[in-house]
């Protein structure tokens, strides 16, 4: 967990990285993760997780071909989710 704006980063939420099995498990986490009206922003990354910032945390302009990402959901403001996956995740 990585409060806002920690180590300089121009992020001003909270942030946290879950690992877990992409080959089974994150599914579940996906489900909950997409029903808890708190979260804005859920990813399932390869490896590590992507840089985020204050200005990538829209639909318009969150980097959906990010290379380690697999899937991806910004909340829109009308509090429907976006999703998308990436067509060429680095494997």
Known sequence: MT????????????MASVDIDTTTAWNNFWT???RSPEVHLVCVCIDDSIEL????????TFPWNE????FAAVRMN??????????????
Do not use: H, M, Q, Y
């Open 3 to 14: 409060r806002p704006n920690a180590f300089g980063d121009n992020l001003s939420c909270w």
């Open 32 to 34: 909950i993760a997409l």
């Open 53 to 60: 910032s204050d200005e990538t945390l829209s639909v318009e």
């Open 67 to 70: 290379r380690r990402l697999i």
């Open 78 to 91: 009308d509090g429907e989710w976006e999703t998308r996956e990436n067509p060429w995740p680095s494997w």
